[in-house]
């Protein structure tokens, strides 16, 4: 079980970006994967987590409207769609799996990397 996230960058205020997380050795459909991210200096926290049933929930009130996760099943790749980003969502980004079908923030046992988000004012 793999997973590899990418797609992060610099980007000025209002801008957008599309982060990738391409799964190996399972598919996306079947399991919840969630978005996390860790800001300097603070603590990880949940953003977006869609489950198999295509349930999607925000964990942060602050990217409603303006972030969504989606799911390819031909690339086997979960999306996050950030759009009219704020400085304070800099942070680096990471995609998890806890290999169930529901959203979960506890027992992600699969990570991705991480990809560095910058937001500049």
């Known amino acids: 079980v793999q997973l590899q996230a990418s797609g992060g960058g610099l980007v000025q205020a209002g801008g957008s970006l599309r982060l990738s997380c391409a799964a190996s050795?399972?598919?996306?459909?079947?399991?919840?994967i969630t978005w996390f991210r860790q800001a300097p200096g603070k603590e990880r926290e949940g953003v977006l987590c869609?489950?198999?049933?295509?349930?999607?929930?925000h964990y942060v009130d602050s990217v409603k409207g303006r972030f969504t996760i989606s799911r390819d099943i031909a690339s086997n790749t979960v999306y996050l769609q950030m759009n009219s980003l704020k400085p304070e969502d800099t942070a680096v980004y990471y995609c998890?799996?806890?290999?169930?079908?529901?959203?979960?923030?506890?027992?992600?046992?699969?990570w991705g990397q991480g990809t560095q988000v910058t937001v500049s004012s």
């Open positions: 998890a799996t806890s290999l169930k079908p529901y959203c979960s923030m506890i027992n992600n046992d699969y």
């Open positions: 050795g399972f598919t996306v459909d079947l399991y919840g």
């Open positions: 869609i489950s198999r049933n295509a349930n999607i929930i």
